[in-house]
């Protein structure tokens, strides 16, 4: 969608009569109901005065057609300007422009394409100019049917008109020169640089021709892009379907072709315990659905599946145009009715009612995704929930489709592929959690490896012997110690202490947690290990769970001031003290139910309470 259009002539007239930051700012709120806070206002005024200078100039010619704020379909991101030509062969040409107000940034170790500046009132990790204004451009390259078939050349960059660059600045360090090959970056005292970018590219005016048709153009995959997700699956155990996986599957596939076909709002209700399948069956659907021209993309709250499936599926950790297809829980905000034909939905019970920074956009992210999606598949398992702030539930899908006039289908996974297939040992934990009351009593004639240690630094030693084999074995914990700044990316920062015991969190430079080689020395938490599996964990039990005069007792106190899952908590039981404890309750057996279901062949476990490791010993 385009925020505001013109031509190159019209931009500048507008600039000069000093109403074009007034004038986005209302088609803004006309086209997509979106307000502009204060300081994007600001930096429309800033910025359109530098390209202001930058397009002045008698061999751009003033019949380019211009674009600000072009909402990339489907997404509730916005390319900055994009300025649309013809070149000497008189097709057609653009220059995507990604400007930035940033004066410095800091370098990002072992996070690939990301940087660390001053946004949003905070220093906050973000994506490097470069890579950000290339993935733009590849996103609408592989859907936007004219770009494809009549060849338009996206040119991207980068424009950081208030930075000054010298010699080794981290905003060319080489560990970002592939996306800077892409994407070059221009900064301050650049704007000759610049003009003589966009001059390789637009040589004619095309009186917006260009930005017309792509702004109306059909949305569906590019073949390349099928290919590329058609060779990326094949040979790729990881996703192999089996059994009720692959009757869901062909069920699920059938009906959203069926919307595709009649336009009619559907959807599809999965439910299914840890271990049974969902993920496989989503990642399955995201390719086939997308080989069959889709428009389709997978959806999370939690960004660790989404980044692990991206390196399993591309092969690399590298990011790729694959990234595309997965998108964060809050990416409909203002999507429009029906944009997308499919989205994929894993870990529906993650799914929150507002999104942002702050929480404070949009209304519901149930209601929003189904408006975008003609047809919309909720994965769940409501067991799963661990966030104060989580809202996923089978009620509030169905109650938002009826709202939206969908059809509704349901349908269950059942059948154990985690666990050495055991459905006995997940009803087991059920049990001895106390979450339901289950005929497991003990673990007697469950084929499962599950063992209780008394000394953590022996389940350490366990973990990183198995993990030898397949580099598959991970130490888990409760969220029970803290995570200050200063430690996050220093592996001698030993954040959780038991007695002789020391390691630290997941260190914060990877995405990818899960299957990176050196994290068997790390501790892994629910965030990045929610909706992944493994072959062996190692789960330790803090002070937020313990036994007491024959019952489990969980302690909120006992978390860790950084844990945002239950933040909150403590002003709500001022006013209902019962609410907060059932809630808090539920949160700690619900992250120690998913911690300890992650493993394939087993799972071994540490209490930091005594009498918790006795029980649990008992309950074998």
């Not at 040119?155 to 090959?181: M, Q, R, S, T």
């Not at 390196?311 to 997965?326: C, E, P, V």
């Not at 004639?445 to 198995?466: A, G, Q, T």
């Not at 200050?484 to 030993?494: A, F, I, L, R, T």
């Amino acid at each position: 969608m385009l925020i505001y259009e013109g031509t190159k002539k019209n931009f500048m007239i507008d600039l000069e009569n000093d109403v074009l930051a007034d004038d986005i700012q209302n088609l803004l709120y006309r086209k997509m109901n979106n307000r502009a806070g204060r300081s994007e206002y600001k930096s429309w005024k800033n910025s359109m005065q530098y390209m202001y200078n930058v397009l002045n100039d008698n061999e751009i010619p003033s019949n380019s057609g211009v674009a600000i704020e072009y909402n990339i379909p489907n997404s509730d991101r916005r390319i900055d300007f994009i300025l649309s030509g013809l070149n000497q062969e008189n097709k057609g040409n653009t220059v995507v422009i990604e400007l930035k107000q940033w004066n410095d940034i800091n370098l990002v170790e072992g996070r690939n394409g990301l940087v660390e500046t001053y946004t949003g009132n905070a220093m906050r990790k973000v994506t490097h100019p470069s890579y950000q204004v290339w993935s733009y451009c590849t996103m609408i390259e592989d859907y936007n049917t004219y770009v494809q078939n009549k060849d338009i050349k996206l040119n991207p960059c980068a424009y950081l008109h208030n930075y000054d660059i010298n010699k080794n600045d981290n905003i060319i360090n080489p560990v970002y020169k592939d996306y800077i090959e892409k994407a070059p970056v221009f900064a301050k005292g650049d704007i000759p640089k610049l003009r003589e970018f966009i001059k390789r590219f637009i040589k004619k005016g095309d009186n917006k021709e260009v930005i017309y048709s792509i702004e109306n153009a059909e949305i569906k995959p590019s073949k390349s892009l099928q290919d590329s997700l058609t060779s990326m699956l094949e040979g790729n155990d990881e996703f192999v379907m089996i059994d009720d996986q692959k009757v869901v599957f062909e069920d699920i596939k059938a009906l959203a072709q069926k919307s595709k076909n009649d336009g009619r709002k559907r959807v599809y209700i999965i439910k299914g315990g840890p271990g049974t399948g969902k993920s496989v069956v989503a990642v399955n659907l995201l390719v086939e659905l997308t080989n069959n021209e889709h428009f389709c993309q997978y959806v999370s709250k939690n960004s660790a599946p989404r980044n692990v499936y991206t390196a399993q599926l591309t092969g690399t950790k590298k990011k790729s145009n694959i990234n595309n297809l997965f998108k964060g829980s809050g990416s409909y905000v203002n999507a429009p009715r029906n944009k997308v034909d499919s989205l994929i939905v894993d870990e529906s019970h993650r799914l929150n009612e507002k999104s942002g920074f702050y929480s404070n956009k949009g209304d519901n992210q149930i209601k929003e995704i189904i408006n975008a999606a003609k047809f919309s598949v909720f994965f769940i398992d409501e067991q799963q929930r661990i966030h104060i702030k989580d809202i996923g539930s089978i009620k509030q899908i169905k109650k938002w489709a009826k709202k939206a006039g969908a059809e509704i289908y349901e349908d269950e996974l059942t059948s154990q592929f985690r666990c050495n297939g055991s459905e006995g040992y997940i009803a087991w934990v059920d049990n001895v959690l106390d979450i339901r009351k289950t005929a497991n009593y003990d673990l007697k004639e469950i084929n499962y490896d599950f063992k209780v240690f008394d000394d953590p630094n022996k389940l350490r030693d366990k973990i990183v012997e198995l993990n030898q084999k397949e580099r598959r074995a991970r130490l888990l914990a409760g969220y029970c110690w803290e995570w200050p700044k200063e430690g996050k990316s220093d592996p001698e920062y030993k954040d959780i202490q038991i007695d002789d015991f020391e390691m630290s969190w997941n260190l914060n430079d990877t995405d990818t947690y899960a299957i990176d080689e050196c994290s068997v020395n790390q501790v892994g938490c629910i965030h990045t290990s929610q909706g992944l599996e493994f072959d062996y964990v190692g789960v330790i039990i803090g002070k937020d769970m313990r036994y007491e005069n024959g019952e489990i007792i969980t302690d909120y106190n006992e978390r860790a001031t950084y844990d945002s899952s239950i933040r909150g908590i403590k002003k709500m039981a001022k006013s209902d003290p019962e609410k907060a404890n059932k809630i808090a309750e539920e949160i700690i057996k619900n992250t120690y139910r998913t911690l300890m279901t992650r493993g394939m062949k087993g799972c071994y476990i540490y209490c930091v309470d005594d009498d918790l490791r006795e029980y649990f010993k008992q309950m074998i």
